[in-house]
Protein backbone atom coordinates (compact mmCIF):
# COMPACT_ATOMS: atom_id res chain seq x y z
CA UNK A 1 0.00 0.00 0.00
CA UNK A 2 3.09 2.03 0.61
CA UNK A 3 3.90 1.78 -3.04
CA UNK A 4 0.24 3.14 -3.67
CA UNK A 5 0.55 5.97 -1.44
CA UNK A 6 3.88 7.33 -3.10
CA UNK A 7 2.31 6.40 -6.63
CA UNK A 8 -0.73 9.08 -5.87
CA UNK A 9 1.56 11.48 -4.13
CA UNK A 10 3.97 11.80 -6.96
CA UNK A 11 0.74 11.95 -9.10
CA UNK A 12 -0.92 14.74 -7.90
CA UNK A 13 2.34 16.78 -7.42
CA UNK A 14 3.52 16.45 -10.77
CA UNK A 15 -0.77 17.29 -12.19
CA UNK A 16 0.11 20.25 -9.35
CA UNK A 17 2.86 21.54 -10.87
CA UNK A 18 1.50 20.59 -14.52
CA UNK A 19 -2.04 22.35 -13.85
CA UNK A 20 -0.10 25.73 -12.51
CA UNK A 21 2.32 25.62 -15.64
CA UNK A 22 -0.39 25.68 -17.71
CA UNK A 23 -2.64 28.15 -15.87
CA UNK A 24 0.40 30.78 -15.84
CA UNK A 25 2.05 30.00 -19.41
CA UNK A 26 -0.93 28.85 -21.40
CA UNK A 27 -3.76 30.56 -23.38
CA UNK A 28 -6.56 27.84 -22.37
CA UNK A 29 -9.29 28.87 -24.48
CA UNK A 30 -6.95 29.66 -27.57
CA UNK A 31 -4.86 26.66 -27.17
CA UNK A 32 -8.25 24.35 -26.05
CA UNK A 33 -9.77 25.35 -30.01
CA UNK A 34 -6.25 23.94 -31.58
CA UNK A 35 -6.06 20.71 -29.91
CA UNK A 36 -9.84 20.31 -30.45
CA UNK A 37 -9.52 21.07 -34.19
CA UNK A 38 -6.66 17.83 -33.98
CA UNK A 39 -7.90 14.37 -34.27
CA UNK A 40 -5.30 13.22 -32.02
CA UNK A 41 -6.55 16.21 -29.26
CA UNK A 42 -9.98 14.98 -29.53
CA UNK A 43 -8.61 11.23 -28.71
CA UNK A 44 -6.39 12.59 -25.95
CA UNK A 45 -9.42 14.37 -24.07
CA UNK A 46 -12.06 11.47 -24.54
CA UNK A 47 -9.37 9.24 -23.06
CA UNK A 48 -8.76 11.36 -20.32
CA UNK A 49 -12.83 11.38 -19.85
CA UNK A 50 -13.65 7.94 -20.10
CA UNK A 51 -10.38 7.38 -17.61
CA UNK A 52 -12.41 10.11 -15.29
CA UNK A 53 -15.81 8.36 -15.86
CA UNK A 54 -14.39 4.99 -14.92
CA UNK A 55 -12.60 6.36 -11.83
CA UNK A 56 -16.46 8.40 -11.12
CA UNK A 57 -17.68 4.94 -10.87
CA UNK A 58 -15.77 3.55 -8.62
CA UNK A 59 -15.48 6.41 -6.45
CA UNK A 60 -19.40 6.34 -6.54
CA UNK A 61 -19.10 2.75 -5.55
CA UNK A 62 -17.34 3.48 -2.65
CA UNK A 63 -18.85 6.61 -0.96
CA UNK A 64 -21.88 6.79 0.78
CA UNK A 65 -22.56 10.26 0.07
CA UNK A 66 -24.20 11.16 -2.63
CA UNK A 67 -22.78 15.00 -1.89
CA UNK A 68 -19.56 13.67 -1.66
CA UNK A 69 -19.59 11.57 -4.96
CA UNK A 70 -20.83 14.55 -6.39
CA UNK A 71 -17.93 17.17 -5.11
CA UNK A 72 -15.40 14.20 -6.43
CA UNK A 73 -17.07 14.27 -10.08
CA UNK A 74 -17.13 17.70 -10.58
CA UNK A 75 -13.19 17.87 -9.48
CA UNK A 76 -12.96 14.57 -11.99
CA UNK A 77 -14.31 17.06 -14.57
CA UNK A 78 -12.58 20.44 -13.86
CA UNK A 79 -9.27 19.45 -13.02
CA UNK A 80 -8.89 15.80 -14.22
CA UNK A 81 -6.56 13.65 -13.18
CA UNK A 82 -5.32 15.96 -10.35
CA UNK A 83 -8.30 15.14 -8.39
CA UNK A 84 -7.91 11.18 -8.66
CA UNK A 85 -4.62 11.22 -7.50
CA UNK A 86 -6.17 13.90 -4.39
CA UNK A 87 -8.88 10.69 -4.10
CA UNK A 88 -6.72 8.20 -3.72
CA UNK A 89 -4.93 9.48 -0.92
CA UNK A 90 -7.39 10.00 1.96
CA UNK A 91 -9.15 6.49 0.34
CA UNK A 92 -5.68 4.83 1.31
CA UNK A 93 -5.29 6.39 4.65
CA UNK A 94 -8.91 5.47 6.08
CA UNK A 95 -8.10 1.77 4.69
CA UNK A 96 -5.51 1.44 7.05
CA UNK A 97 -3.37 -0.89 4.89
CA UNK A 98 -6.28 -3.20 4.11
CA UNK A 99 -6.60 -3.69 0.20
CA UNK A 100 -10.20 -4.63 -0.07
CA UNK A 101 -10.73 -2.34 1.95
CA UNK A 102 -8.97 0.60 -0.19
CA UNK A 103 -11.21 -0.64 -3.29
CA UNK A 104 -14.55 -1.17 -1.60
CA UNK A 105 -14.96 1.38 0.64
CA UNK A 106 -17.73 1.18 3.31
CA UNK A 107 -18.96 -2.26 1.31
CA UNK A 108 -16.46 -4.31 2.95
CA UNK A 109 -18.67 -4.98 5.37
CA UNK A 110 -21.31 -6.28 3.37
CA UNK A 111 -18.97 -9.05 2.00
CA UNK A 112 -17.95 -12.32 3.77
CA UNK A 113 -14.48 -12.29 4.19
CA UNK A 114 -13.92 -15.88 5.25
Known amino acids: MRGIFALALACFFIMSAALAWGFTSGDFWREGAILTS ?15 ALFAGWIAYREHSIARTARWIVLILVLGHWSTSL ?9 EGDVQRFWMGGHLEAV ?3
Open 38 to 52: LPWGIISIVDIYTGG
Open 87 to 95: YVLPALASS
Open 112 to 114: DRT
